[in-house]
RNA sequence: GGAUCGGUAGCUCAGCUGGAUAGAGCAUCAGCCUUCUAAGCUGAGGGUCAUUGGUUCGAAUCCAAUCCGAUUCACCA
């Protein structure tokens, strides 16, 4: 075997990726050529070969020919020359027009088996134990998780693991919205329809039941709106006379001043919300480090108010209200205390930004929060910037776009709100139910089947809405999201699972044994390219806050995996250095997805 | 009106720090199960990359304008 372990970092475990070494190299050649022209590493475009040409990475050449005054091809022969005489990663070299196709060793995919450590390899530096915060989730109290939670709870897991992964220090928090107008109101309803009715007494999940008054008390306040319009009242004035609404709005008065019987009603109501919430999270998932209550954070910030006041960065108007002037950022003014002196939204913001980083010192806090709020988030770190606080320059608002059902907006209005609860039931139900019709429920306890359609289901799920990319608004397309079948979860849970059974009928062992990777086949390489990008890759997703990502690399490794399957037999191999070799391959492939996949959340089956 | 984001195949989406003939999946059509799991593989058809102009050797990608869609600009949260 030839020695090729000079291009990794000598000081350092992490194996350089194979697009890198190849820029570094070109750039010794470059340096060797034409020393005078000074190219650096990052001056070099490197691509991988298009399957229609012969080699396997591709530098650009083009952007070079005017400053070094040679042409295209000349340029190419002379760089390709230089690297295969000069660098043992390079066998061949081929120039078309302006591309310098250049040929990999096979002996480096040997090296590269033997070598590669999936854990530590896939660290990024610069993220290494930097103290991370995903704030995710964060629902009100009032009314169950629909699927635009989902999105949010599956894109604040897949982050904080995939940040995690890459080296983070991460914690996951979520900022219970538990207070305020329309908490009161679903209490309110309760109280005048409920008759003591609890979630036990109607065997309804709690946050379904509290939601259920929530919905109720919107009802007869327009019946009451209709009503005293229809005697006489302008609309406008209507909303706010209507007893229901004026009842929410001493509600409000009272829980604020700690009226015994509201605070006993708040509590019980809310621990009918989080029982229910606990359900839900377990079954998707989610988990959090630390939870905070607005109950007790919305009150933070008040002083923060004195001090952009001292300091000059807000300023006070003749009512007493509180403002800062943000039109030099292009923004516009906002407001930061009322006259009353009360403190609004973004206040608590702001002092829960500063509470967050003095209890774990946190570097990066990423808000997994709807795009509609993109100026709310703006706002905020230009506020904390401007006052100086050491957690601003942390700030990261996760924007991500609406989920939106082939027949437009989900609407509660219109009853088209799709219940989380019942999305992930439905999934399951679904999983179970191809599953049976394919005939393959054989060899599984009870325990398992089920364990294996929640995996399927919910993986499908998970999947659906992590592959597109965040910031962009999606449609849910509920025949789409069902479907087992190409760009899917299932698709690589079903690769997974088959070399899982591969591996089980061959009896593979790991070896320490040096593979033969000569004469290597087009479906094996094919596969080993994939596999070397994936710390690449994993970087990538952890830079960009990217799962879809990670989303689009596995779903390939899935489908070279397939190819290779179709093509390279393992337990018939050639030869016993080849199913060696392919058994090596297809169990780092296994791992990969698997790792992959975990840290999207979703599971990989060994036997489906 | 200002700001921000989006517009790529019939549908859902990749590709966007400029690079070879713009890619997947679904759907449609045609093949492949006496050999490791066919929830798979192979192939075909399908495109004015919203429009127009600019930058350059080269633009889906960068810039400008326009059109369409969304969000936001509360003494709400």
Not at 6 to 14: D, E, F, G, P, R
Not at 37 to 47: G, K, R, S
Not at 162 to 180: S, Y
Not at 277 to 285: E, Q
């Amino acid at each position: 075997m030839r020695y090729l372990c000079s291009l990794y970092y000598k000081n350092k475990h992490i194996m350089k990726s194979l697009a890198e070494q190849v820029k570094v190299s070109a750039a010794k050649a470059f340096q060797s050529l034409f020393p005078e022209a000074n190219v650096q590493e990052n001056d070099i475009l490197v691509n991988e070969t298009k399957p229609e040409f012969k080699g396997d990475y591709t530098i650009v050449l083009f952007p070079f020919v005017k400053s070094l005054r040679q042409n295209p091809v000349a340029l190419g022969n002379a760089l390709g020359a230089w690297l295969v005489d000069n660098n043992e990663l390079f066998t061949a070299h081929e120039t078309v027009s302006g591309f310098l196709n250049l040929s990999v060793s096979d002996a480096y995919w040997s090296t590269f088996l033997s070598d590669y450590t999936l854990d530590t390899d896939t660290k990024d530096t610069s993220l290494s134990d930097k103290k991370v915060m995903v704030e995710y989730s964060s629902p009100n109290t009032n009314k169950p998780l629909h699927l635009g939670h989902l999105r949010n709870n599956f894109l604040g897991n897949a982050v904080a693991g995939i940040v995690a992964a890459a080296g983070a220090e991460v914690t996951k928090t979520c900022v219970v919205n538990d207070r305020g107008v329309h908490i009161c109101k679903s209490m309110i309803a309760w109280q005048l329809f409920a008759n003591g009715a609890t979630p036990q007494s109607e065997g309804i999940k709690g946050d379904h039941f509290v939601g259920d008054y929530y919905v109720q008390f919107n009802d007869e306040y327009k019946r009451q709106i209709k009503e005293l319009v229809a005697g006489g009242m302008e609309e406008k004035q209507a909303e706010q006379e209507a007893p229901i609404m004026k009842a929410t709005q001493q509600m409000l008065v009272d829980w604020e001043a700690g009226k015994p019987e509201v605070m006993s009603l708040w509590n019980t109501m809310n621990s009918w919300v989080y029982e229910g919430f606990d359900t839900t999270y377990k079954a998707i998932g989610s988990t959090f480090d630390k939870i905070y209550y607005e109950s007790n954070t919305y009150l933070l910030g008040k002083d923060l108010v004195e001090e952009g006041l001292a300091k000059g960065v807000f300023y006070q108007k003749e009512d007493g209200s509180v403002w800062i002037d943000l039109t030099t950022d292009g923004l516009d003014e906002k407001l930061v205390r009322r006259k009353d002196g009360t403190s609004v939204y973004i206040t608590q913001d702001i002092g829960l930004a500063v509470e967050k980083q003095k209890e774990y010192g946190i570097e990066e806090s990423i808000y997994v929060v709807g795009d509609e709020q993109n100026y709310h988030f703006k706002v905020l770190k230009l506020i904390c910037q401007k006052l100086g606080l050491p957690a601003a320059d942390g700030i990261y608002h996760l924007s991500y776009g609406m989920v939106e059902l082939p027949t437009g907006k989900m609407k509660s209005r219109e009853g088209t709100v799709v219940d989380a609860d019942d999305l992930v039931a439905e999934m399951v139900r679904l999983a179970q139910e191809q599953t049976e019709a394919a005939g393959k429920t054989e060899g599984f306890s009870t325990e398992e089947l089920a364990a294996l359609y929640e995996m399927i289901g919910l993986g499908a799920l998970k999947f659906y809405l992590l592959r597109v990319e965040p910031k962009k608004k999606m449609i849910f397309n509920p025949e789409e999201s069902i479907d087992l079948h190409g760009f899917t979860a299932t698709f690589i849970q079903y690769a997974h699972a088959r070399i899982c059974s591969v591996l089980r009928k061959t009896g593979y062992q790991a070896t320490t044994v040096a593979l033969d990777t000569h004469d290597i086949f087009p479906e094996e390489k094919a596969l080993l390219v994939q596999l070397e990008q994936y710390p690449a890759i994993l970087q990538q997703a952890a830079a960009e806050l990217n799962p879809a990502a990670l989303c689009n690399y596995s779903f390939k490794l899935a489908q070279a995996f397939n190819s290779f399957y179709d093509k390279c037999s393992i337990a018939n191999a050639e030869s016993a250095a080849k199913k060696q070799l392919r058994s090596e391959i297809a169990s780092l492939t296994a791992k990969t997805l698997k790792h992959g996949l975990g840290l999207l959340g979703i599971g990989v089956p060994e036997k489906m």
